[in-house]
């Protein structure tokens, strides 16, 4: 007879549809099998079997962590031009000292594919070690066709080298290199779609963003990206309305995207494309939080109107130098008035759904086993710490 492992003794927050709040099982219990969860109930209900267990003592579990949106690959850092900003500089100043996404693209192209995975793990190995267990990891930063692919060959290597479950982000509609200021057309055309193309023959790409912003990537040219990426096969995502309203969100749920993502100036019409299209509204607070931002994401329109919301960390080195997705969860709630429960579907079903990904995010039978095990008996404490998140024992693919 198989041996199969039993958590028992143990607060289940599910995030399964329920009467109760988290889908929440108290003195529950889990069997795992073949790296899938087999059974989930009161503890009490369990049925016979030849069970390795483990009593959890009462402690929290959860769904394991998905970040949904990172830029968690790059190269260098901009903490020089952070404290530039808090002495007074400007804008312009910063990017007249070769600061901005300039400094990241340089240190980007100048990094091998070795180079830019070191720099990443320690990044990745914080989340992991805060129950993130699948990451989305884009490129943008490199903004030439080599340096793109770069990107996603690190990403790739990432997820051989720990036991993360990533999904790679074709981001090549970033923002404009230096060498085609003031020509956008040109490098969707020279560099974007060539790239786009060339990581997919290489089998690097699940899925394909860009940034529709007027700092970067107008509807039209955003359409053309999006184009091929049908073309390819590949689902797409969209940074929208993060600093005005350019029709983003309505454009992502045309092409039935997985996600828009910020949302900071989106307006109901947007909202309501989106929920039609069943896109998800990630919702990125370490931005707003760093940029100083004011306006907050219409979070009362998304949930008037039944759109799933995503949370993320957005982990970059410009906008958001941030790898906690508990520190995510409290800004999402403090921040934005989410609910600790909306805070946790956030990161784990709704995640899921953002990624297009029906096989984890919930403690359901069938499911992966995918698993966070906190230090606490609640899951509203996950949002109301500030920091120091208390994971007691992460578990990837039914392996303790």
Known sequence: MTTLTLLTNAVLATMAPSEQPYGLIEAGAMVLSGGRIEWV?????LPAGNYNVQDLGGRLVTPGLIDAHTHVVFAGNRAAEFEMRLNGASYEDVARAGGGIVSTVTATRRATVD?????????????????VTTLEIKSGYGLNVEAEIAMLQAARRIGELRSVSVHTTYLGAHAVPPEYGGRADAYIDEVALPALRAAQDLGLVDAVDGFCEGIAFTPAQIDRVFNVAQELGLPVKLHAEQLSDLGGGRLAASYGALSADHLEYLNESGVRAMAAAGTVATILPGAYYTLRETKAPPID????????????????PGSSPMTSLPLAMNMGCTLFRMTPEEALAGVTCHA????????RGRLVPGLRADLAVWDVTHPAELSYRIGGAPLYQRIYGGTL
């Open 41 to 45: 109930g009161p503890g009490d209900a």
């Open 115 to 131: 180079d830019l995975v070191q720099e990443a793990l320690p990044r990745v190995d914080a989340m992991i070690a805060e129950g």
């Open 301 to 316: 329109l998304l949930r008037a109107h039944g759109v799933p919301m995503a949370l993320a960390t957005d982990c970059n």
């Open 352 to 359: 899921a759904r953002a990624l297009g990904l029906s096989d």
